[in-house]
C-alpha cells in the first residue's frame, strides 16, 4: 500500500486506477513557472472550485507550495510529458494550523487528467508525510457542487466528519492508518498494477528496437523468435537502417510506423538505451522491455542510466520490464519476446526471475518434466518491474494455477507480504531465493540481535505469508511438477511402495529427515495385499513388492493404498528388473491412479537408463514422475506444508491499549539528542517500556550501598542487585547478584558490583524466557521469543516473526517449538499465561513499528507463570535510523 517515503524531500512514484504512472516531488523554487502554467490551465470552473471563486493568478497563489518545510507547509506536484515539455498535472499541499496538530489540506488536478485517481493518490502520500511531522489530521473546505473532490475524499478510506454550511462541506478526519484505509489503498493497488501490466501479457502489438537481421544478434533471434511462436497480433522490427529481418518489413524508428505500439522491446547497447526509449514513449508506448545490460549492475554511471531511463518512464505515466533481462513470454498468445533458444510450451505456471541465466535453466529443467507455462517475466534490475508486481498480475489470470519465482533480493519486502498472504490462499507461491548462506551472526549487543542471521528476515517472511521456499534449483523443479498436478495431501502420512528394498529405506529415510511419517496401513488395505503379494512381501510401510513384482502387481496394488483412510500420499518406486520393464509399470502406476479416482497426489520414481516413462510425462497425467526418492519426499514435504497454511485461519491485527506514545517519543528524542547511537540507561528503558504497557518488575535505582539497602527493605526480601551500566550483558561481567535476603548481603553485592546498581524483587519458579526486537535493515522490525536466561544462544530455539504481529504469529511464537514447551510447564514448572505472552508480543510489535529507532530490544528474562508474565532485564538501544528511500510507493 501506499505508505508514502522518508525522507520526505524526495521523489514519490505513484500508480493510478488506469495503470498509468505519476511522479511526485515537492515543488522547488525554480518550478514557480511551472505552478503558474499548471494554474492558469485549469479551466474556470477548476479554478473556481478549488479556490472557492475567482483568484488572481500571480505570485501570492503559489510561492507557499514552494520548498515546503513539512512542519509547517507540505506541497507534492505530480509531473508528466505534455507535447514534449514536462509540466505539472496536478498539485496538493497542506498548511499546519496555528498551535494544532491539524493542517489544511487542498488540491487541484488539471481537466485533462482528472478521474484517473491522481487526487487519491496525492492525498495519500501528503498524509503520510504529514504523519511523520507530527500531523494527526487534516481539515479540508469542499463546495457542495465540488462532487470529484467529495467523492475523493470519501472513497480514500479514511473517516469523516462532515459539516454543510452556506454551500461549503466542512471535512474533518484523521490521518492515520486504518485497517479500513488499508485495505482501501491496497485494492486501489491491485486494480492499478494489474492494468499497468496487461500491455505486457496482452499487447495487440510489439516493436523490437534493435531487431537486426544478422543470426546470432541478441535483438535479431528475440524477433524470430516472436515470429516462430506465432504471436497474434502486430510485430514490427526496428532498426538503424530499416533492414527487414526474416522476410518482415522494417522501420527506421518507431515514429515510422503506421500503428500504435503497445510493447516496446529494446535491443542496443545500453548507452543508446535512453535516445530509443524516449522516441519509443513519445510514440505512446506505454510498456518498455529493455534486454539491454549497462545499467545498475555495472556501478555508478550504469546506475544513473538506469535512474534516467525510470525518470523518462515515469514522465509518461508509463512501466518497465528490466533493464538487463533476458525478456519476456506468454505462450498463450504466441509472445516468446526473449532470447531464450527454444519457446516456452503453454501451461499453467506464471514464472518471475530475477536472473535471465537461471530462467533459462529452470526453463530447460520444466520442460524435461512436461511443466508449462502461462508467463515467463526476467525481471532484471528491476528497476520498475518487480516480482510483487507479477503476483498483482497472476492472481488474477485465470490462466495461472502455480507461481514460481527466483528472487536474489527483495525491493520492497512488506508489500510482497502482503500481497503473497492474499495471492497464497488462491494459488500456491513457490520460491528459491538465492543467498541462503551466512558468514555469522553479525556484530551485536543484544541476545536478539546475536541470534538473527542475513536468513532471519527472510524465514519469517515466507513462514508469515505461506511462501513455499526451495532449496535448489532441481526442488524448485520438483515441487512445481507436484503443485501442478493440483493434489494437495491432507495431512503428512505416506506410504512407499517399491520392487527393491533399498531403495524404500532410501525414501522412508528421505521423509523422515523432511518430516514426513510413515504409517502402517489400515486392516483393510493390508489384507488385499496380503492376497495379492507373495508370502515374503512386506506389508509394512515401505512395501516391499520384491524384485519380481511386474506391471499388474503395481496396478493391483496402488487402489488398496490409495483407499487406506491412514494414508495422504503415495511414492511409487521402480527399477527395472529382468520380469518387468519400466514402460509397462509406468502405464501400470497411471491407470491404477485413474482408476482410483483419489484425489491424494502419487508420486513416480522409476530409475531407469530409459529415463522417466513417457507415459507418465504427459499432461493429463495425474502421476508426478520425479527422478529420486529423495526428490519426492522434499516435494510431498512442501506440497504438505502448504495444504497445513491453507487450512490455518487467517491471522487478524492485535490490538492493544493503554499506549502513552508521546511520552516514549520524549523519551527517544532525549536519548537520541546526547547521541546518535546509545543504549537506554535503565531508568530510561523502563520507562519506555511502561509507556507501551509492557510489565517490568518493580525496581529502584540506587546510588550507594545505603540507598540500596533502603531500596530492598521498601520491595521487601529477597532482592536482586544489578549493575546501573546501559546495554552491557550483566552475567558477562559478574554484574548481578540473586536471591539477597540481608541488608549486609545487599550491601556486599553494591561493594563488589559498584554503584550505581538496581536492587529488583526477586522472583522465583518461573519460566525463563526471551523476548526482544530487532530492526532489520530491510525487513523492518523483527520480534523474537524463545528460550531465555543465560544460555539463551547457546540453547537456541527463538523464532522470529515479522511486526505488525497477528494474533496467529504471536500465538505460535508462545506455543511452538521448544518455547512452547517451556510455556506449557517443563519437568515440574507450572504452565505460563499463554494470553499475557501473546499481549506482550503484540505490544513489542507496537513499539517497534511506531519507533525505527529502536534499533535492538533485549528482554531476557522474561518471568512467566500462570498468573502473567515481567521484564526483569531490559537492555534498549536507540539509533537515529538511516534514511529510506523507496520511489515507488505501491
Known sequence: ???????????????????????????????????????????????????????????????????????????????????????????????????????????????????????????????????????????????????????????????????????????????????????????????????????????????????????????????????????????????????????????????????????????????????????????????????????????????????????????????????????????????????????????????????????????????????????????????DVSSNDLLEWWEDDDDTDLVLLYLESFGNPRAFSRIARRVGRRKPILALKAGSTSAGSRAAGSHTAALTSSETGVNALFHQTGVLRAGTLEELVDTAALLSKERLPEGRRVAVMTNAGGLGILCADACEAAGLELPSLGEAARATLAELLPGEASLANPIDLLGSAVASIYEKAIGPILADPNIDALVALFVPPVVAGADDVGAAIRRAVEAAGSTKPVIAVVVSAEGVPAVLRETGSPVVALPYPESAARALALAAAHAEWLRRPEGTPIEVGGIDEQRAREIVAAALAAASDRWLDPPAARSLLEAYGIPVVGERLAESADEAAAAAHELGFPVVVKTAAAGVHKTDIGGVALDLRTEHQVRAAVDRIGAPVVVQSYLVHRTELLAGVVQDPLFGPLVAFGPGGAFTELIGGAEFRLAPLTDLDAQELVTVGKTGRLVAGFRGTPPADTDALVELLARLGRLAEDFPELAELDLNPVLAGPDGCVAVDARIRIRTPAPTFRLKSW
Open 1 to 383: 500500500m501506499s505508505t508514502g517515503v522518508s525522507p520526505h524531500s524526495t521523489e514519490i512514484d505513484v500508480i493510478l486506477r488506469d495503470g498509468g504512472t505519476l511522479r511526485l516531488r515537492p515543488p522547488a523554487a525554480s518550478d514557480e513557472g511551472a505552478l503558474l502554467a499548471f494554474f492558469s490551465g485549469l479551466s474556470d470552473e477548476s479554478r473556481f472550485l478549488r479556490f472557492h471563486g475567482f483568484r488572481p493568478i500571480d505570485e501570492s497563489l503559489v510561492v507557499p507550495a514552494l520548498e515546503p518545510d513539512w512542519a509547517e507547509r507540505g506541497a507534492y506536484a505530480a509531473w508528466l510529458d505534455v507535447g514534449g515539455e514536462e509540466r505539472i498535472v496536478a498539485l496538493a499541499t497542506y498548511a499546519r494550523l496555528t498551535d494544532s496538530d491539524a493542517a489544511e489540506m487542498a488540491f487541484a488536478v488539471a481537466d485533462s487528467e482528472q478521474g484517473r485517481g491522481i487526487g487519491t493518490r496525492l492525498l495519500e502520500q501528503l498524509a503520510a508525510t504529514a504523519r511523520h511531522h507530527g500531523i494527526s489530521r487534516f481539515v479540508a473546505s469542499v463546495l457542495a457542487s465540488n462532487v470529484g473532490a467529495l467523492a475523493v475524499f470519501a472513497d480514500a478510506g479514511f473517516e469523516l466528519i462532515r459539516d454543510a454550511e452556506s454551500g461549503e462541506v466542512e471535512l474533518r478526519f484523521p490521518i492515520a492508518p486504518t485497517s479500513r484505509y488499508e485495505t482501501r489503498v491496497e485494492a486501489r493497488d491491485h486494480t492499478s498494477v494489474v492494468n499497468s501490466l496487461r500491455p505486457f501479457f496482452a499487447p495487440a502489438s510489439v516493436a523490437v528496437i534493435g531487431a537486426s537481421r544478422r543470426r546470432g544478434s541478441i535483438g535479431g533471434e528475440l524477433f524470430r523468435n516472436i515470429l516462430e511462436a506465432d504471436f497474434v497480433g502486430a510485430t514490427y522490427p526496428v532498426n538503424l537502417r530499416g533492414d527487414p529481418v526474416a522476410g518482415v518489413r522494417a522501420y527506421k524508428s518507431v515514429d515510422e510506423i503506421p500503428e500504435p505500439v503497445e510493447l516496446a522491446v529494446i535491443c542496443l547497447p545500453g548507452e543508446q538505451v535512453i535516445a530509443a526509449a524516449d522516441e519509443a514513449l513519445r510514440h505512446g508506448v506505454r510498456a518498455l522491455c529493455v534486454i539491454s545490460a549497462g545499467f545498475a549492475e555495472m556501478g555508478p554511471e550504469g546506475r544513473e542510466r538506469q535512474d534516467q531511463l525510470l525518470a523518462l518512464v515515469r514522465a509518461h505515466g508509463a512501466r518497465l520490464v528490466g533493464p538487463n533481462c533476458l525478456g519476456i513470454a506468454v505462450p498463450t498468445i504466441g509472445l516468446n519476446a526473449t532470447f531464450a533458444p527454444r519457446a516456452l510450451p503453454p501451461g499453467r505456471i506464471g514464472f518471475s526471475s530475477q536472473s535471465g541465466a537461471l530462467g533459462l535453466a529452470l526453463l530447460e529443467k520444466a520442460s524435461e518434466r512436461g511443466l508449462g507455462f502461462s508467463g515467463f517475466v526476467s525481471i532484471g534490475n528491476k528497476a
